[in-house]
């Protein structure tokens, strides 16, 4: 088994591999989308494969312009795979050593974005966890759980609120007081680690 970067031609191989991810939110024309535009570069785009078989793929997204990725979006390991954390860490291991070897100073985070109610569903389940055991044994160990909503037109709009009152303000420091206050005492793990790593100031700023 070989682990390394991609290339051009593996573009297609790839593209028919997240086809068949039960959890992934990236589809074929998200992916052409970043690949095309340089956010899913061939650098950040590792695989696992075996006797020419792809095996295992992370892809990592970045801005064109900058020189390292700053998320994993995917992690895809083949259903016929019995070790699917071990090999998953493999590939994450051997990207995070590139990144690093060419500068980056941390790792990049993993995003799943799971449906609602995922862990009701048996088969989510297991595609978490053994993407859990691989993140963590590539060196992510923090998890952060975030809930999202989305407001659709089916549901109408609540009547406007009377609580809320606008006024012009004359320049940026009273958004800054409101940053900083806000931060301390914050429960949300990424505001704590900014604070705890940059200071109330600069994470205000």
């Known amino acids: 088994m070989v682990v390394r970067s991609a290339v051009e031609s593996d573009h297609d191989r790839i593209l028919a591999f997240i086809a068949r991810d039960p ?5 074929a024309d998200t992916y ?13 785009i590792w695989l696992a494969e075996g006797d020419g078989r792809l095996l295992a793929c992370a892809v990592w997204y970045g801005s064109p312009t900058t020189d ?6 995917c992690l895809w390991v083949d259903s016929d795979i ?4 071990a090999l998953g860490g493999a590939v994450l291991r051997a990207g995070h050593a590139a990144f690093q ?8 985070e993993y995003h799943l974005f799971l449906k609602p109610a995922w862990q009701n569903d048996s088969e989510n389940r297991l595609e978490v966890e053994w993407r859990r055991v691989a993140a963590r044994s590539a060196g992510l160990t923090n998890e952060l759980e975030r809930l ?3 407001w659709t037109s089916d549901v109408g709009l609540a009547p406007p609120s009377t609580r809320l009152v606008f006024s012009s303000q004359p320049g940026d420091e009273v958004f800054l007081d409101v940053f900083r206050r806000v931060a301390v005492g914050s429960l949300d793990q990424e ?8 200071g109330l100031e600069r994470h205000a700023r």
């Open 23 to 27: 959890i992934g939110w990236v589809d």
């Open 101 to 108: 070897s060419s500068g980056a100073q941390h790792i990049p």
């Open 68 to 73: 390292h990725p700053l998320i994993l979006d």
């Open 148 to 150: 999202r909503y989305e």
């Open 191 to 198: 505001t704590q680690d900014t604070v705890a790593a940059e």
């Open 32 to 44: 052409r989308r970043y690949q095309t535009s340089g956010s899913y570069g061939i650098d950040r």
């Open 82 to 85: 019995g070790a699917k954390a």
